[in-house]
């Protein structure tokens, strides 16, 4: 996320929707996956890959595990973010959604980041009809 982004955190009851919804609105979009453990340092997951979706797994009605999905045609990709105790989006000042994190108990974070954050209503209907 750039210095300028503006983390909003959001409740645990809220992430099932939340992510539910913020998948529809970016499917497709190009997103880069970084994890960043204080024990091993930054790692690159995947990189400019079309996101299918992001899920908040359940366990007895609270959310559990975080699962990614991204890429296109014959190439899934998924990861599965264990036992995350916080979850943000940042988002731009101009109020683009730039992204995702997630951090564990334990520190380590997952980075979800477009590769351009721009509002979703300055690229709808962009491109031509067929």
């Not at 750039?2 to 955190?9: K, L, N, S, V, Y």
């Not at 099932?16 to 340092?41: I, K, M, N, Q, Y």
Request: glycine letters at 10%.
């Amino acid at each position: 996320m750039t210095d300028a982004a503006i983390g909003q955190e959001i409740s645990r009851a809220e992430w099932p929707r939340f992510l539910d919804e913020f998948s529809r609105a970016h499917a497709g979009w190009l997103v880069t996956v970084e994890e960043r453990d204080p024990g091993r340092g930054p790692r690159e997951l995947a990189r400019e890959v079309p996101l299918s979706g992001i899920s908040a797994e359940l366990s007895r009605g609270e959310p559990r595990d975080v699962t990614v999905i991204a890429g296109s045609g014959d190439v899934e990709w998924t990861h599965r973010i264990e036992a995350p105790a916080r979850l943000r989006v940042h988002r731009t000042p101009e109020g683009a959604e730039e992204g995702i994190e997630t951090e564990s108990a334990v520190g380590k974070r997952t980075l979800i980041r477009f590769r351009s954050a721009v509002l979703p209503e300055t690229v709808d209907g962009m491109l031509p009809e067929l």
